[in-house]
């Protein structure tokens, strides 16, 4: 326990006093004295000082034999490794106390013992709220079955599990997470314990929701992009195809609008573009797509349409609308605009002859005249 030989003993080159640090000696002397007095001394904890120099803490008790004062029994109880756990405990108490990322223990039946205090305030809950109780009451309905199915797997395979999943908080808010789940299993090799550490990945989130929202909009107008289009009118071909039915594609281009970048300057012309995406978009339906695909040229997709005539209606409605006078930081600016239109399937059966198609009836249309609305 302290690196002496039995020798070192026999031979007096261990002393007790000498091996024990000076803080510890008034309770030694307190010992001897209950000894003295009583035959015996209250077992007490304190360290001694091993061969090679580092401290040992250990546990100590002694007790005189009967009407002998020379010679006794002592025990000496090496408490290394209870003072490490103990330790190992306090300080994972402390990281579940302290810990920005929400904790959750659970017995095998996933009952839940205990929360910390990052997960209270993640969730809403108290504590004594969550206790008893099973992780469903975080759930939201958003995480699908299956990805609890593969979570109950891995952690009955691996002992681990790890993912992003959906939880509600107490007021009914969204709290999407990154979990990470273990399963703790005592000296038999039974699982004791399921711990889960949950991080709030909100901000996480929001911000790869911006970036796709970024990826596919154009960032003058909120209009879906070049990109998005490309994906919208894919679909509408294969639906259309499927269903045999009919969608059709306006292409706008407005005319007489660099002047006005020129006159104005380019912060004018941005608003201007705004207003005519705004306009745009109250002459279509929710189904519709309108693109701006960029400058001053705009794509509608139209989609599932009855006849050529409800087609000309949009355009004649949209092409007015566009070209109504407007108030711009104080400037009245009146602009035209040519269009041209191809429908499904007449005009093309891919999105590259349609936009084609469109694109020259608009040019053909700006040839015969500034402001035209022939499709």
Not at 231 to 256: E, G, P, S
Request: hydrophobic share 35%.
């Amino acid at each position: 326990m302290i690196g002496y030989s039995r020798s070192d003993l026999t031979e007096k080159k261990i002393d007790w006093r000498k091996i024990t640090p000076d803080e510890f000696r008034p309770r030694d002397a307190q010992a001897v004295e209950e000894l003295a007095l009583h035959g015996r001394c209250e077992p007490y904890e304190k360290a001694v000082t091993h061969k090679d120099g580092h401290l040992v803490p250990i546990y100590v008790g002694a007790s005189l034999l009967d009407n002998d004062q020379e010679q006794g029994v002592a025990f000496i109880m090496d408490l290394s490794e209870r003072k490490k756990s103990k330790e190992q405990l306090k300080l994972a108490a402390t990281v579940f106390a302290a810990s920005n990322d929400g904790i959750l223990i659970t017995d095998p039946a996933m009952r839940i013992v205990s929360a910390n205090r990052a997960l209270c305030g993640m969730t809403g809950y108290d504590e004594e709220e969550l206790k008893g109780k099973t992780p469903k009451i975080l759930q939201s309905g958003y995480t699908t079955a299956k990805q609890y199915q593969d979570m109950r797997h891995s952690l009955q395979e691996n002992g681990h599990w790890q993912g992003d999943i959906v939880d509600r908080m107490k007021n009914g808010t969204l709290l999407p997470v990154r979990a990470s789940i273990s399963a703790v299993k005592d000296a038999a090799g039974q699982i004791s314990h399921y711990v889960a550490i949950l991080s709030d990945i909100s901000e996480r989130k929001a911000e790869e929701e911006q970036l796709r929202h970024l990826a596919h909009h154009d960032t003058l107008t909120g209009l879906p992009n070049r990109v998005l289009f490309n994906d919208r009118i894919t679909q509408a071909i294969k639906h259309a195809a499927r269903h045999r039915r009919r969608f059709a594609v306006l292409f706008f281009d407005l005319n007489d609008f660099k002047p006005v970048n020129d006159r104005y300057g380019h912060e004018v012309g941005d608003k201007l573009l705004q207003e005519v995406a705004a306009r745009l978009s109250m002459n279509v339906r929710g189904a519709d797509t309108v693109t701006r695909l960029g400058g001053d040229e705009f794509v509608i997709l139209l989609d599932e349409i009855s006849d050529r005539q409800s087609v000309d209606n949009v355009l004649k409605k949209t092409v007015d609308s566009i070209c109504a006078p407007c108030r711009i930081d104080g400037h009245d600016i009146t602009i035209g605009v040519s269009a041209g239109v191809s429908i499904y399937p007449d005009d093309g059966i891919d999105a590259p002859s349609l936009v084609h198609h469109a694109d020259t009836a608009m040019y053909r249309s700006k040839k015969n005249k500034g402001r035209s609305r022939e499709g």
